[in-house]
């Protein structure tokens, strides 16, 4: 099976291998680096041992972005990059998670039912629905390395951006969940990320960009108590709104 396609946000690597995928990706069309597309052309071989119904989902994963062995590899987003490329972003508790598959049976998504505690950017709400592709269903499991994991009860920031189809996902994979933690003798609630699965990269014309909070990567804010990260990202959107209106 041949697939191309073409991806905003995606790094370009000359040739990747990966189980039963092999893709080649040559650069796209956008001149803007910030937005930089990449054409895929991916093709699926599927052996013996492989379930025709789940091979498919390594075709999925070039969707969102270019799988590798030591993960999915993204663009490093940093927090001016996250809130300016979010619709919304709240802070929220996790109250239930179910997997469905997509219109065409084909790829099995989690959602991720978010009870909303404080609208930092887009229309309040009360509940929110999450949509991450990849999970476990009538027996079959589709995994993306990198994609965000919900737990019930589980206390969030997220970052969303709606997808064409109308469903609400992490922006840049992971980088846009923090879980909300106290540990134990700590006074404050503070936020984690968890990168796991991801490799990181580096956007053209992104390497050395100006010091401070706006070009500060997730992984800066990872033990940030909740007050002060909250009152940073208020802070970035009144910095790009202010921008905006000059």
């Given at each position: 099976m041949e697939i191309e396609v073409s991806v905003a946000y995606a790094w370009s690597r000359t040739i990747v291998r990966c189980s039963e995928v092999n893709y080649g990706m040559r650069k796209g069309l956008s001149p803007d680096s910030s937005r930089a597309g990449i054409s895929y052309t991916v093709s699926t071989g599927m052996n013996q041992r492989t379930n025709p119904r789940t091979a498919p989902?390594?075709?999925l994963a070039l969707l969102w972005g270019a799988a590798t062995s030591s993960g999915t590899v993204v663009p490093r987003l940093s927090a001016d990059d996250l809130v300016q490329g979010s619709e919304f972003i709240f802070q929220a508790?996790?109250?239930?998670?179910?997997?469905?598959?997509?219109?065409?049976?084909?790829?099995?998504?989690?959602?991720?039912?978010?009870e909303v505690q404080d609208s930092m950017k887009g229309a309040a709400t009360r509940t929110i629905v999450v949509s991450e592709p990849g999970g476990s269903l009538e027996g079959l499991t589709q995994y993306i390395a990198g994609t965000p994991r919900y737990l019930p009860d589980e206390d969030v920031v997220v970052f969303l951006y709606r997808t064409p189809?109308?469903?609400?996902?992490?922006?840049?994979?992971?980088?846009?969940?923090?879980?909300?933690?106290?540990?134990?003798?700590?006074?404050?609630?503070?936020?984690?990320?968890?990168?796991?699965?991801?490799?990181?990269?580096?956007?053209?014309?992104?390497?050395?960009?100006s010091a401070g909070a706006s070009s500060s990567t997730v992984r800066h804010f990872d033990g940030l108590s909740l007050v002060d990260f909250k009152v940073r990202i208020r802070e970035l959107m009144q910095s790009q709104n202010g921008k905006e209106a000059r």
């Open positions: 989902v390594f075709a508790r996790v109250v239930r998670t179910w997997a469905a598959w997509d219109r065409s049976h084909k790829y099995i998504w989690t959602h991720h039912e978010l189809l109308g469903l609400l996902r992490t922006s840049g994979f992971a980088q846009g969940k923090f879980a909300i933690r106290r540990l134990a003798g700590d006074s404050q609630n503070r936020v984690y990320t968890n990168l796991e699965g991801l490799s990181l990269a580096e956007l053209p014309g992104k390497r050395g960009s």
